[in-house]
């Protein structure tokens, strides 16, 4: 089992860069997938970026290089940097872990954080 909190939300302007952090409650080392979901007012949950746990990174194509997907297997954390944001990058972001328990697959969910972009 795993349990994650995400943090680093908040209020920034258009062009604004934020860090969205998301530490794992026990070692993510051996988690073959950590992940980041955004969900903005009225829309479906969107996948925005994954991490592999070899560190092959993929990113949503709507992101232009925008973001950017890391993790610090030693505390625990994946990170996403976001720069350039846009009003349209509103959202609540969720971190996820695609881990085994036993012999399944299983997705766990952090709780979200608030991102809004505004002037």
């Known amino acids: 089992q795993v349990q994650l909190v995400e943090s680093g939300g908040g209020l920034v302007q258009p062009g604004g860069s934020l860090r969205l952090s998301c530490v794992a409650s026990?070692?993510?080392?051996?988690?073959?997938?950590m992940l980041w979901y955004r969900q903005a007012p009225g829309k479906q949950r969107e996948w925005v970026a994954s991490?592999?746990?070899?560190?092959?990174?993929n990113y949503a194509d709507s992101l232009e290089g925008r973001f950017t997907i890391s993790r610090d297997n030693a505390k625990n954390t994946v990170y996403l940097q976001m720069s350039s944001l846009k009003p349209e990058d509103t959202a609540v972001y969720y971190c996820a872990a695609d881990h085994f328990q036993g012999t399944t697959m299983t997705r766990t969910w952090g709780q979200g954080t608030q991102v809004t972009v505004s002037s």
């Open positions: 026990r070692s993510i080392f051996s988690i073959p997938a």
């Open positions: 991490i592999s746990s070899s560190a092959n990174r």
